[in-house]
């Protein structure tokens, strides 16, 4: 049986070794320059980041509460951010256009499921 990891629903692992965060989650400088390119402050920056990297890898953006720990940290340590700058948005439309600027970036559309409102 193949792992949950590896199916068609792809879902985070529960633990990653530094050898997984560092081949699946580094980011090239083409995608810090997108997302410099796109964000005010290093909160903003790395939040954006967080969300580039978990849906090039899932192909859907997870809730930010399942992003694993080992990922953010392994993003803010390899960005150079401080340990002060954690996973969240103060306010859901910076959500929203961050959602939208990744999907122009891979060149994909959501999928609304008949909702209406374009947010997935």
């Known amino acids: 049986m193949a792992s949950i990891e ?6 985070f692992k529960r633990y990653y070794t530094q050898a997984q965060l560092q081949k699946t989650y580094t980011p090239t400088s083409t995608e810090i320059a997108f997302a410099r390119d796109r964000t005010q402050g290093d909160s903003n920056f790395f939040n954006l980041m967080v969300l580039l990297k978990s849906f090039q890898r ?20 390899y960005l ?8 969240g948005y103060d306010q ?26 374009g947010e997935s």
């Open 58 to 77: 899932l192909g859907y953006f997870p809730k930010l509460e399942q992003i694993s720990q080992d990922i953010t940290n392994y993003l803010r340590d």
């Open 80 to 87: 150079k951010l401080s340990e002060k700058i954690n996973l």
């Open 6 to 11: 590896r199916t068609a629903y792809p879902r």
């Open 92 to 117: 859901s439309r910076t959500l929203y256009r961050h959602k939208k600027v990744i999907r122009a970036y891979f060149q994909v559309t959501a999928f609304d499921g008949g909702r209406g409102d």
